[in-house]
């Protein structure tokens, strides 16, 4: 009877501790990994959404046959040439299109326009790394 006893005893605390560090090293790995495509889908979300900033003042170059003076953007509900080119509707989003031969912010990177061809830069502080980011679209009239 007094050796069935023996045999029953709990776990020892060395067993107890590597049982902790186990469980607590595979939290900290889908902790990780969860944080991880948490921030790349905020970065994929942000340049999603100024991709099709971009491409909406590509389709407004096209449409209305370029601009007349440097910076200028469209207002994207009337299609009309405005100086405002920053994106209430996509906060922190600001778009800049260089005409031929013109200059962009250096926050579009080292983009120019050349002789024929018109540059729509979108650029903004990316909320999950605090670093600039920027698209870069050319749009050459036929």
């Known amino acids: 009877m007094l050796k069935r006893v023996r045999d029953s005893r709990g776990d020892t605390i060395v067993e107890v501790l590597i049982a902790t560090a186990i469980i607590s090293l595979v939290l900290v790995v889908a902790y990780a990994t969860t944080n991880r495509n948490t921030q790349t889908l905020q970065n994929t979300q942000e340049l999603e959404q100024a991709q099709h900033l971009a491409e909406t003042q590509v389709e407004l170059l096209r449409a209305n046959q370029g601009l007349t003076t440097n910076g200028d953007c469209f207002d994207t509900t009337t299609g ?63």
């Open 80 to 142: 009309a040439p405005t100086t405002h080119c920053s994106v209430a509707s996509a906060a922190g989003y600001t778009e800049t299109i260089g005409i031929p031969g013109g200059s962009l912010p250096s926050t579009c990177g080292s983009a120019s326009s050349t002789s024929n061809t018109y540059t729509v830069c979108v650029y903004w502080t990316s909320l999950g790394s605090g670093s600039n980011s920027n698209v870069t679209l050319y749009y050459t009239p036929q």
